[in-house]
């Protein structure tokens, strides 16, 4: 069973680094648009299919929000990951239920939470800017699957929190 | 206010190292040393109960109640 284990952990640890750049190019991307829809307007927003922003400024003001907000998503999703591979780093250590790890999962859920938020808030912006001419189809908004992670991540960090408790108890039971 | 293990005293007054000790009572010299020293934060009734056979005392003598 040790070798299964060991390849999951592996495969666990390197597809974490893979999200960890896949986050960074994310966010390089990100920024070039949010710069490019600032410095070069005109040629960006054509890229993307919106016209003139004369006739269409509040799209075109919406979706600056949205990408400064994709943006922050960025140093969330960076901060989750890491956390992730630190928990998965003690696994391979062999010594998981410690306390450091119950306040990484505490983390991790308030992250959860923060992405929800943003998801909320990006639904929102895109749901106000479209117009029926140029509707914004967004892959965000509210998600019960997501909502019911961050429930579940805090309630398994407590739960992780009162376990390492009552293992620090036992090993100091004679 | 603390509880206070008088362990060594015992184990003294029997004539009876803490390596005999463990080896009568089953129970590992450095489990045996962390509750000697005042290290451990529980213990069992199991191992109070075969630390007590041993020595052939009760457990008042082997733990106090030592108020601030």
Same mark, same amino acid.
């Given at each position: 069973?040790?070798?299964?284990?060991?390849?999951?952990?592996? &495969?666990?640890?390197?597809?974490?680094?893979?999200? &960890?750049?896949?986050?960074?190019?994310?966010?390089?991307?990100?920024?070039?648009?949010?710069?490019?829809?600032?410095?070069?307007?005109?040629?960006?927003?054509?890229?993307?299919?919106?016209?003139?922003?004369?006739?269409?400024?509040?799209?075109?003001?919406?979706?600056?929000? &949205?990408?400064?907000?994709?943006?922050?998503?960025?140093?969330?999703?960076?901060?989750?990951?890491?956390?992730?591979?630190?928990?998965?780093?003690?696994?391979?250590?062999?010594?998981?239920?410690?306390?450091?790890?119950?306040?990484?999962?505490?983390?991790?859920?308030? &992250?959860?939470?923060?992405?929800?938020?943003?998801?909320?808030?990006?639904?929102?912006?895109?749901?106000?800017?479209?117009?029926?001419?140029?509707?914004?189809?967004?892959?965000?908004?509210?998600?019960?699957?997501?909502?019911?992670?961050?429930?579940?991540?805090?309630?398994?960090?407590?739960?992780?929190?009162?376990?390492?408790?009552?293992?620090?108890?036992?090993?100091?039971?004679? | 206010?603390?509880?206070?293990?008088? $362990?060594?005293?015992?184990?003294?007054?029997?004539?009876?190292?803490?390596?005999?000790?463990?080896?009568?009572?089953?129970?590992?010299?450095?489990? $045996?040393?962390?509750?000697?020293?005042?290290?451990?934060?529980?213990?069992?009734?199991?191992?109070?109960?075969?630390?007590?056979?041993?020595?052939?005392?009760?457990?008042?003598?082997?733990?106090?109640?030592?108020?601030?």
């Amino acid at each position: 069973m040790t070798r299964p284990i060991s390849n999951a952990l592996s &495969i666990a640890h390197i597809g974490l680094r893979v999200l &960890i750049v896949l986050n960074w190019i994310y966010g390089a991307i990100v920024l070039a648009l949010l710069v490019g829809m600032f410095v070069a307007e005109p040629w960006t927003m054509t890229a993307l299919g919106v016209p003139a922003p004369a006739q269409f400024a509040a799209l075109a003001m919406g979706m600056r929000a &949205i990408a400064a907000l994709g943006l922050v998503a960025v140093p969330l999703n960076l901060a989750l990951l890491t956390r992730l591979v630190a928990m998965v780093q003690t696994v391979g250590a062999g010594d998981p239920f410690v306390a450091a790890n119950a306040h990484r999962l505490q983390a991790i859920a308030w &992250i959860l939470l923060g992405q929800q938020v943003l998801g909320l808030g990006i639904a929102l912006i895109g749901k106000l800017v479209s117009t029926p001419g140029h509707a914004l189809h967004l892959d965000a908004g509210f998600s019960p699957s997501g909502w019911l992670a961050v429930v579940l991540t805090f309630v398994l960090a407590r739960v992780f929190a009162e376990g390492t408790r009552m293992r620090e108890d036992l090993e100091g039971t004679v | 206010m603390t509880i206070a293990v008088k $362990l060594d005293a015992m184990l003294h007054e029997r004539r009876m190292t803490l390596t005999e000790l463990a080896e009568r009572v089953d129970i590992t010299l450095a489990n $045996l040393s962390i509750l000697k020293t005042g290290k451990a934060r529980a213990v069992r009734f199991s191992t109070l109960e075969a630390i007590c056979a041993a020595l052939g005392c009760q457990p008042g003598d082997i733990l106090e109640f030592v108020p601030d």
